[in-house]
């Protein structure tokens, strides 16, 4: 099995990468960020050609919504911080310790959550931050992946010049 079979759709992103779209029946699974030199795939079917249309609307509106159904596997209390991190709306921010309060929880474990999350964007973790700066994403604080934390941020207009 290559890479590209693994993923039902796969769609350039604006920032610099691809995405692979994995599909359980009529819900995203799983988003990754895939290397530059990935070919992109035409979505395999209804479900994958909404996920993708969906992700492009977002990548030109950063308000456009998301209704694609989405079936991320996970612990219980991962499923509560990802539930939360889908209340904040676009251009807001928490920080790992205000989510933690909401949830009645440690920052830590809000953190691990975040990088556990198998649909970034979908689940928008990059809209949690650390008091003093960004943060990590996806478990780096530093590289491409922080780049693309930056970027989303960025888009949805939240001014990330200090961080």
Not at 48 to 74: C, V
Not at 86 to 107: C, F, K, M, N, R
Not at 120 to 135: A, K, S, W
Request: proline share 7%; aromatic share 6%; hydrophobic share 40%.
């Amino acid at each position: 099995m290559t890479l590209t079979n693994t993923y039902q759709a796969i769609i350039a992103a604006p920032f610099g990468c691809v995405i692979g779209i994995r599909m359980n029946g009529m819900a995203v699974d799983a988003l990754d960020y895939l290397p530059i030199g990935i070919v992109e795939k035409s979505p395999a079917n209804t479900a994958a050609a909404q996920a993708a249309e969906e992700l492009k609307a977002y990548f030109h509106n950063p308000r456009s919504p998301f209704t694609i159904l989405r079936a991320p596997q996970g612990t219980a209390f991962q499923q509560r911080v990802w539930a939360a991190l889908q209340t904040i709306p676009p251009g807001t921010v928490l920080t790992y310790s205000e989510l933690a309060q909401q949830l009645d929880t440690a920052a830590r474990p809000i953190g691990g959550a975040c990088r556990s999350n198998p649909l970034p964007i979908l689940i928008p973790c990059h809209r949690v931050v650390g008091r003093q700066g960004l943060g990590g994403y996806a478990g780096e604080v530093t590289g491409d992946l922080l780049g693309i934390k930056r970027w989303l941020l960025r888009h949805e207009g939240v001014d990330c010049s200090g961080a």
